[in-house]
């Protein structure tokens, strides 16, 4: 059975980091599947974060490019996303994705930034 599985959020005060994971298992294999970290902020619609084709250099959305990193562990078939210097309007349940014809979605990890 194919499933991601995403941990690491947290509160953390503005200025802080986080590095949320998301982990595979099953069919899907991130050596072979576009990887994605979307997120819904309360009362916003689910908003694409960043991406990473295999191969391929990751894409950041321009509200947390230069803030945030992803990057993976293939013998750990893991995908990571580090955030640095957060932001209240960061606040959100960050999910992750994977594609390669068919779409998977992880259950969601909700990060609040606050003082």
């Known amino acids: 059975q194919a499933q991601l599985v995403e941990s690491g959020g947290d509160l953390v005060q503005p200025g802080g980091s986080l590095r949320l994971s998301c982990e595979a298992s099953g069919v899907i294999n991130f050596t072979l599947h576009t990887q994605f970290w979307y997120r819904e902020r309360p009362m916003k619609s689910r908003e694409w974060v960043a991406s990473?084709?295999?191969?391929?250099?990751?894409e950041y959305n321009s509200f947390v490019r230069g803030r945030f990193s992803m990057s993976r562990d293939d013998a750990k078939n893991t995908i990571y996303l580090q955030m640095n210097d957060l932001r209240p309007e960061d606040t959100a349940f960050y999910f992750c994705?994977?594609?390669?014809?068919?779409?998977?979605w992880g259950q969601g990890t909700r990060v609040t930034v606050s003082s």
């Open positions: 994705n994977a594609y390669n014809r068919r779409n998977f």
């Open positions: 990473n084709v295999p191969g391929r250099t990751p």
